[in-house]
């Protein structure tokens, strides 16, 4: 079988002609290297080299929402898998999307934004102009939906996005019984401003998926100054004395150099920008001494700080069937609540979903026969690594979110769980209810939930922080983005988040992106 080669999309270069210099080369095509390469190119005067290590070709199960958890696994999935979990004791697979638009392409679709306080933190850890009232234009100009408050949303974005239209009668009767049992309802969910039970936002139009390409990248094809280069894996920076003036990538058997004559950006997420600049000689001195790579610059900041959202499911049969309809997303509903009175912050995602989502390890009901009340920790305090196995860029690195490594994480699931628990049971949902599949049984002291949590627990694949912003000595990028200690080299992904949102990240990294481009092209 013979290798593919590198190709290109949008205008038909070679990949030969693709060896030229440009004034920005960007890094990974998924959601931030899609806005930014679209924004930076308005200006017709700006070169830019878009590189993907996925396909440019669209895989056909990528179009319905209904059936995201298809994609992985696939070519569109670099297939990873953590290092083993102590809390587990085993690894997890651990999911990212290798396509134009990333993990925009093979996520499942729901399109939030953190709680207005996860972005006032980043502010106050260092993150100088990152608070949510400062990303609010940049939210704004990434999307577009109808009827909300135009002060907080936008409505001339790339995006596309709203509620499900026609929702699950399952998850209608689970708001109900959301504010059966307490919690009250919000005007928009998604927006960043409320807690309490909505229906989500999706980046879903007329039944289809819109990512990140879709909306940003395919519309702008024929654009004379953007080269994407798919199917190419991006092995180091060229770093001459402390200036980053380009990249080397290539397939297997060929190898091209590119020039930038402005800026590389990275955004090859929270996995990639950090493995890419650890594989350039940028990161822990020790650790890239380890493994011979010759130290350009020690910035012990890379690579540390991941952070994910733990999420565990209850799961219930059907009373009567219900088919899906394969046009919506699963997560149709979602509430942000706080686990203890006392919080100032929204700290607990409960996810009300139409179909039996649980740990592909657990026995349970068909795609048709069941439904599921996920819970996640928002502002997990655990914290864990990405680093190298290899100085060879063709290994995949070592991933270690240490879920649920402090116990005040496993406390918030916990009362996630309860909190399921008891929405599930409420009288609203009664006409739909059959038998609890999972956990199935009475869980009547600390230790049964917490080994509940143990084989219940799935990755969200929302990864984070690894080359977190600020300005004290961890910190990795500015709050312009740029390397600390790196001239012409800018990190603008989801690596820069100093702390977790509360929320999915992916309406964030839009977001960032968006910020990116106009601090770039300023």
């Not at 009475?442 to 627990?457: F, G, H, K, T, V």
Request: glycine share 10%; charged share 20%; with cysteine.
């Amino acid at each position: 079988m013979s290798r593919p080669r590198p190709s290109t999309v949008l205008h038909g270069l070679d990949v030969e002609q693709a060896a030229e210099v440009f004034d920005y080369v960007v890094v990974g095509a998924g959601t931030a290297g899609s806005v930014i390469a679209a924004r930076l190119t308005e200006d017709v005067h700006t070169r830019v080299l878009l590189i993907e290590a996925g396909s440019a070709t669209a895989l056909p199960e990528m179009e319905t929402p209904g059936i995201w958890p298809l994609l992985l696994g696939t070519s569109a999935d670099w297939g990873d898998s953590t290092v083993e979990q102590a809390f587990l004791g085993a690894p997890l697979y651990a999911p990212r999307g290798k396509a134009l638009g990333g993990s925009s392409s093979i996520n499942g679709l729901n399109f939030l934004r953190g709680h207005r306080s996860s972005y006032d933190a980043w502010a106050a850890q260092g993150a100088t102009g990152w608070g949510f009232d400062d990303l609010l234009p940049d939210f704004r100009r990434s999307e577009t939906t109808v009827g909300r408050d135009e002060t907080l949303r936008g409505t001339e974005g790339p995006l596309l996005i709203g509620v499900t239209p026609e929702p699950s009668p399952v998850v209608v009767a689970a708001l109900e019984a959301a504010t059966e049992v307490g919690w009250s309802l919000a005007d928009d969910i998604s927006s960043g401003a409320e807690t309490g039970f909505g229906l989500s936002d999706a980046n879903v139009h007329e039944g289809r998926r819109m990512s990140a390409a879709d909306a940003y990248l395919r519309p702008i094809a024929g654009r004379a100054n953007l080269t994407i280069v798919t199917d190419v894996t991006v092995r180091q920076l060229t770093i001459d004395d402390g200036t980053c003036t380009g990249v080397e990538y290539g397939t297997p058997t060929s190898s091209t150099a590119a020039t930038a004559l402005r800026e590389v950006i990275l955004t090859a997420g929270a996995i990639g920008s950090a493995q890419l600049l650890m594989l350039s000689g940028v990161g822990p001195a020790e650790h890239l001494t380890e493994l011979g790579i010759e130290v350009e610059l020690d910035l012990p900041g890379v690579g540390a700080n991941l952070h994910d959202h733990p999420m565990s499911t209850v799961v219930f049969e059907h009373a009567a069937p219900l088919p899906g309809d394969p046009q919506n997303i699963y997560g149709q509903g979602v509430g942000l609540v706080r686990t203890r009175e006392e919080l100032a912050d929204p700290d607990l995602q409960v996810l009300l979903i139409s179909q039996p989502y649980r740990s592909q390890s657990l026995p349970g009901p068909g795609p048709d026969g069941g439904y599921a009340i996920g819970f996640s920790a928002m502002l997990p305090h655990s914290r864990g690594t990405v680093r190298l196995a290899s100085r060879d860029h063709r290994v995949a690195p070592l991933i270690d979110p240490n879920y649920l490594g402090e116990a005040e994480d496993q406390q918030v699931m916990l009362a996630g769980l309860r909190i399921a628990r008891e929405i599930g049971a409420a009288d609203a949902l009664a006409p739909w209810r059959g038998p609890e599949v999972q956990p199935g049984r009475p869980l009547d002291s600390e230790e049964a939930m917490l080994d509940y949590l143990r084989e219940s627990l799935v990755v969200y694949f929302h990864y984070a922080g690894t080359c977190r912003m600020g300005s004290d000595d961890l910190a990795v990028v500015d709050p312009e983005l740029r390397v600390r200690g790196i001239s012409r080299l800018r990190v603008a992904d989801a690596s820069v988040m100093p702390s977790p949102v509360s929320g999915n990240t992916n309406a964030t990294v839009f977001a960032i992106a968006e910020r990116a481009a106009r601090i770039i092209r300023s």
